[in-house]
């Protein structure tokens, strides 16, 4: 399932587990990096809610970017 098909946070947490799991690999240089550790905390712990038409727009948009610049917060 893409994540602009999920229609719950729930959904959303499932679907990210897949990609941690791709990405959370050994060969993964950002797995210890705090930016992608807070994410993931962020992810887990949203409240299970529908998500409104305004976010799976966002959600929609989002997911056609192709390359991802994280910034140290």
Do not use: W
């Amino acid at each position: 399932m893409k994540l602009s098909e999920c229609n719950s946070t729930s959904q959303i947490q499932h679907e990210f587990d897949i990609i941690q799991g791709k990405f959370g690999r050994e060969g993964f240089k950002q797995r210890y990096s705090p930016v992608y550790l807070y994410l993931c905390s962020l992810v887990a712990n949203f409240p299970d809610q529908e998500l409104s038409d305004k976010d799976k727009e966002l959600i929609r948009q989002y997911s056609i970017v192709k390359t991802y610049l994280l910034y140290e917060i």
